[in-house]
């Protein structure tokens, strides 16, 4: 299976800065790559599917790039509530997998 | 608005087995092409995909789980459903169903299930 490596595993920011969050898959997994943003007690919520495509009623802020190994989501300018858990999560191969998650923490 | 509500038992003694169910609301889980899956979350741990079902009830599950596992469909009560056999500690997880095929786009809300005797 594609295992996903999600670096660094905190980021420690403060509201207003930019947020780059990193995925790397074990082998080329083309645009297949989903981001999630979760909350404590929370279902994780889809932010960007293929790689770059925002989800319906994503902020424009959630942008996503890469292809093939090595992926990110930026976060242009954090907003409080921007503060999460992040995960990748791979569709090209089965079974879908998902990295093991970035931490975005107030500084 | 599609709304999903997993319910079960919390509670489950190892060896057991665990039935989970998740009610859809919003829609019908019969119509369209969708996938109807099941994810878990233990404690302060990444997210495992289980497996999904087709409208159509046809199935797929994650290799690691597949000997244990069974995903069915009741669309008379637009409800969909996991079943875990011989259930360890290690099967301690919130249990998330959701929506999708390879991505997934409406989630409920989770349902701890422990397992504990």
């Known amino acids: 299976e594609v295992v996903l490596t999600q670096s660094p595993a905190t980021l420690s920011l403060s509201p207003g800065e930019r947020a780059t969050l990193s995925c790397r898959a074990s082998?080329?997994?083309?645009?297949?790559l989903v981001w999630y943003q979760q909350k404590p007690g929370q279902a994780p919520r889809l932010l960007i599917n293929d790689a770059s495509n925002r989800a319906t009623g994503i902020p424009a802020r959630f942008s996503g790039s890469g292809s093939g190994t090595d992926f990110t989501l930026t976060i242009s300018t954090l907003e409080p509530e921007d503060f999460a858990l992040y995960y990748c999560q791979q569709r090209s191969d089965w079974p879908p997998t998902f990295g093991g998650g970035t931490k975005v923490e107030i500084k | 608005q599609v709304q999903l509500q997993e319910s079960g038992p919390g509670l489950v003694k190892p060896s057991q087995t665990v039935s989970l169910s998740c009610t859809v609301s919003?829609?019908?889980?019969?119509?369209?092409?969708?996938?109807w899956t099941w994810i878990r979350q233990p404690a302060g741990k990444g997210l495992e995909w289980i497996g999904r079902?087709?409208?159509?009830?046809?199935?797929n599950y994650n290799f690691s789980l597949t000997s244990r596992v069974t995903i069915s469909l009741d669309a008379s009560k637009n409800q969909f459903s996991l079943t875990l056999s011989s259930v360890t500690a290690a099967d301690t997880a919130v249990y998330y169903c959701?929506?999708?095929?390879?991505?997934?786009?409406?989630w409920g809300q989770g349902t701890l299930v422990t397992v504990s005797s």
């Open positions: 079902i087709s409208a159509s009830g046809s199935t």
């Open positions: 959701a929506r999708g095929y390879g991505h997934f786009d409406y």
């Open positions: 919003g829609g019908s889980i019969n119509s369209g092409n969708y996938y």
């Open positions: 082998q080329s997994i083309s645009s297949y």
